[in-house]
């Protein structure tokens, strides 16, 4: 499994960037180079966090590539001026929307995911979660719930006044500098787990545990009364899960793991 995990990673690292910016975002460069620098780690997608005003068809809930069209997209605070003047070419149905952060790694060991996960939910990114491939591909996907998504006009006609334009890129821009800070987390947090071998505990109340990863006192013990390792049962009882999923690199068309750019309704 170790060489299948380091082709794995070598043919992911020599892939093009496939998306639509074509390159990673200036604010988690660091990030990613510090996980695509360790052996047991490797990104495979990627967003810091955008602003963006999509128009798509009318009459279409699905926001998929081919029924919407881009009217505006900043990875950076942006200014309402700029969102007034893009609103102007809606043909369609207007939807403002804030995205944070959304980072896949693929992990070498369970460990190592189960490690990202909580250093991740420490830094606030609550909605994030791992899964384990048919193939043995271990995804760890870094998600927050802290979003926005505001309809702003329909059949072209814009539906709202400048001044909550003004007010929505106020509190866009408010999210955006919460993201970045919780990025900066994550990132501190996972350099320190890196270099002391420290896993830490998310820090939450009463977080939600699949049926599945429920981890009892009997399970713990052997016949013997020893105790097992809870990391094997934790992997014993993923393997009698039922349904699995096979994450490979973006931009592979074998991939179960749509392109960043065409699964939007995945980060809301």
């Known amino acids: 499994?170790?060489?299948?995990?380091?082709?794995?990673?070598?043919?992911?690292?020599?892939?093009?960037d496939l998306s639509k910016k074509g390159s990673v975002d200036e604010d988690i460069s660091h990030l990613v180079s510090l996980i695509n620098s360790r052996e047991r780690f490797f990104t495979t997608s990627s967003c810091s966090g955008r602003i963006i005003l999509i128009d798509r068809v009318s009459g279409i809930s699905d926001i998929q590539k081919q029924n919407c069209h881009w009217l505006f997209v900043s990875h950076q605070k942006c200014k309402p001026d700029d969102l007034i003047s893009a609103l102007e070419r809606s043909n369609g149905d207007a939807v403002f929307k804030f995205e944070p952060f959304v980072l896949h790694v693929q992990c070498r060991q369970l460990d190592d995911?189960?490690?990202?996960h909580s250093v991740a939910i420490n830094a606030g990114f609550r909605n994030s979660g791992l899964t384990v491939g048919k193939l043995g591909k271990i995804m760890m996907a870094v998600r927050?719930?802290?979003?926005?998504?505001?309809?702003?006009s329909h059949n072209g006609k814009v539906l709202v006044e400048q001044e909550y334009i003004h007010f929505l890129t106020?509190?866009?821009?408010?999210?955006?500098?919460?993201?970045?800070?919780?990025i900066q987390r994550f990132y501190d947090n996972l350099q320190s787990a890196l270099l002391t071998q420290n896993f830490p505990k998310p820090q939450i109340k009463d977080p939600p545990i699949s049926e599945d990863l429920q981890?009892?006192?009997?399970?713990?013990?052997t016949e013997n009364?020893?105790?097992?390792?809870?990391?094997?049962?934790?992997?014993?009882?993923?393997?009698?899960?039922?349904?699995?999923?096979?994450?490979?690199?973006?931009g592979d068309s074998s991939s179960s793991i749509p392109e960043l750019e065409d699964c939007l309704h995945l980060f809301t």
């Open 1 to 16: 499994m170790e060489k299948e995990f380091s082709r794995w990673k070598k043919q992911c690292l020599k892939k093009l």
């Open 113 to 116: 995911a189960q490690m990202m």
């Open 144 to 152: 927050s719930t802290h979003v926005l998504e505001v309809p702003l």
């Open 170 to 182: 106020e509190l866009a821009n408010q999210k955006m500098e919460e993201n970045l800070r919780r």
């Open 215 to 221: 981890v009892s006192p009997h399970d713990l013990e």
């Open 225 to 250: 009364g020893q105790r097992n390792n809870p990391t094997l049962v934790y992997q014993r009882r993923r393997k009698q899960g039922k349904k699995t999923l096979d994450n490979s690199c973006y």
